[in-house]
C-alpha cells in the first residue's frame, strides 16, 4: 500500500494546489491507497472522498501495511532507479520521508474523519451518477494488468466516469504497468470508450524534470468546467 503526498499526486496528474483549491466539488481519489492527499487538500478547502477496498481493513493493520509499501518502494528505488526514481533533484530519503509524512497524515484524518475513506472496488462504486467533480485514479488500472485485463479496465473506466459530472473529468496515470511496458491495447480501449460516449485524450505533464502520460476521459455530453490544472 503506498503513501503520496498532495503534491506527488499533483506532480502525477499536472495539477496544482491553487487549482485544487478553486475547484469548488467533490474530487474522488480511487483508489486511494494510504495517500496524504484527502488530509492535506481538506487545508486547500478542497474536499476529497478516497475509495479503497483495504479500507475495510483494521485501521492499525492498514498502517502496517503502508510501511510495508514504503519499505518496497525503498527498495524497488534502489534496485530499479530507471523506473522508481525520486523527483529530480530530491534525494532519495527525503522523498520517502514525504511517504512516512503522508502516512501519518492519511492515519491521523482517517481517524478523525472516516466518512473521507470509503471501503469499495472497481467496478463498482458506491455513489451516484456525476457525484464528483473531478476523478483521479493512479497506479491501478494500467499498472496491475493482473488484475485489470483490457474487460475489467474498460468496466472500470467506464465506473469512474459515471460517478464523475459530466462537466469534470477522470485522470488516470500511469499507463504502463510495474515494469514500464506500455499498455499494447490502450488505442483500442479508447476506441471502446468512443463508442460508449466518452471522450478520451492522452495528455502529457511535466513536474520536476519528468515528463508524464494521463489519459483524461470525459463524458462527450460534458459542459465546461474549469479543470483543477494550472
Ligand atoms: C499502488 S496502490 C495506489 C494508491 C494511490 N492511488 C497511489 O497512487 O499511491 C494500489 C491500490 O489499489 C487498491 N485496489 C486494488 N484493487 C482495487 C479495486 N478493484 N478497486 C479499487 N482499488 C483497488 C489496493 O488496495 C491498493 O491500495
Request: charged residues 25%.
Given at each position: 500500500m503506498t503513501s503520496r503526498p498532495l503534491d506527488e499526486y499533483c506532480g502525477l496528474f499536472g495539477l496544482t494546489r491553487a487549482a485544487l483549491g478553486r475547484l469548488g466539488g467533490t474530487v474522488l481519489d480511487c483508489?486511494?491507497?494510504?495517500?496524504?492527499l484527502a488530509a492535506e487538500a481538506d487545508r486547500l478547502g478542497c474536499r476529497v472522498v478516497a475509495v479503497d477496498p483495504?479500507?475495510?481493513?483494521?485501521p492499525l493493520r492498514l498502517v502496517d501495511l503502508a510501511r510495508a509499501g514504503r519499505e518496497t518502494m525503498a527498495e524497488a528505488m534502489r534496485t530499479t532507479p530507471r523506473l522508481?526514481?525520486?523527483?529530480?533533484?530530491?534525494?532519495p530519503e527525503k522523498y520517502l520521508r514525504s511517504w512516512d509524512r503522508a502516512r501519518r497524515l492519511f492515519a491521523a484524518d482517517r481517524a478523525a474523519?472516516?466518512?473521507?475513506y470509503v471501503a469499495a472496488a472497481l467496478p463498482r462504486l458506491p455513489f451516484a451518477d456525476g457525484f464528483f467533480a473531478l476523478t483521479l485514479s493512479s497506479y491501478l488500472l494500467f499498472a496491475y494488468p493482473e488484475l485489470f485485463g483490457p474487460d475489467e479496465q474498460l468496466a472500470a473506466l467506464l465506473e469512474l466516469v459515471r460517478v464523475t459530472d459530466p462537466a469534470g473529468e477522470v485522470r488516470v496515470h500511469?499507463?504502463?504497468?510495474?515494469?514500464?511496458?506500455?499498455?499494447?491495447h490502450l488505442a483500442a480501449l479508447r476506441g471502446a470508450l468512443g463508442r460508449r460516449g466518452v471522450a478520451s485524450e492522452i495528455v502529457t505533464v511535466t513536474s520536476a524534470g519528468r515528463a508524464r502520460r494521463v489519459l483524461v476521459l470525459r463524458a462527450a455530453s460534458r459542459r465546461h468546467r474549469p479543470a483543477a490544472t494550472a
Amino acid at each position: 500500500m503506498t503513501s503520496r503526498p498532495l503534491d506527488e499526486y499533483c506532480g502525477l496528474f499536472g495539477l496544482t494546489r491553487a487549482a485544487l483549491g478553486r475547484l469548488g466539488g467533490t474530487v474522488l481519489d480511487c483508489p486511494g491507497g494510504a495517500a496524504g492527499l484527502a488530509a492535506e487538500a481538506d487545508r486547500l478547502g478542497c474536499r476529497v472522498v478516497a475509495v479503497d477496498p483495504l479500507y475495510a481493513v483494521p485501521p492499525l493493520r492498514l498502517v502496517d501495511l503502508a510501511r510495508a509499501g514504503r519499505e518496497t518502494m525503498a527498495e524497488a528505488m534502489r534496485t530499479t532507479p530507471r523506473l522508481y526514481a525520486a523527483p529530480r533533484h530530491v534525494r532519495p530519503e527525503k522523498y520517502l520521508r514525504s511517504w512516512d509524512r503522508a502516512r501519518r497524515l492519511f492515519a491521523a484524518d482517517r481517524a478523525a474523519n472516516p466518512g473521507r475513506y470509503v471501503a469499495a472496488a472497481l467496478p463498482r462504486l458506491p455513489f451516484a451518477d456525476g457525484f464528483f467533480a473531478l476523478t483521479l485514479s493512479s497506479y491501478l488500472l494500467f499498472a496491475y494488468p493482473e488484475l485489470f485485463g483490457p474487460d475489467e479496465q474498460l468496466a472500470a473506466l467506464l465506473e469512474l466516469v459515471r460517478v464523475t459530472d459530466p462537466a469534470g473529468e477522470v485522470r488516470v496515470h500511469p499507463l504502463h504497468d510495474a515494469v514500464g511496458r506500455r499498455c499494447p491495447h490502450l488505442a483500442a480501449l479508447r476506441g471502446a470508450l468512443g463508442r460508449r460516449g466518452v471522450a478520451s485524450e492522452i495528455v502529457t505533464v511535466t513536474s520536476a524534470g519528468r515528463a508524464r502520460r494521463v489519459l483524461v476521459l470525459r463524458a462527450a455530453s460534458r459542459r465546461h468546467r474549469p479543470a483543477a490544472t494550472a
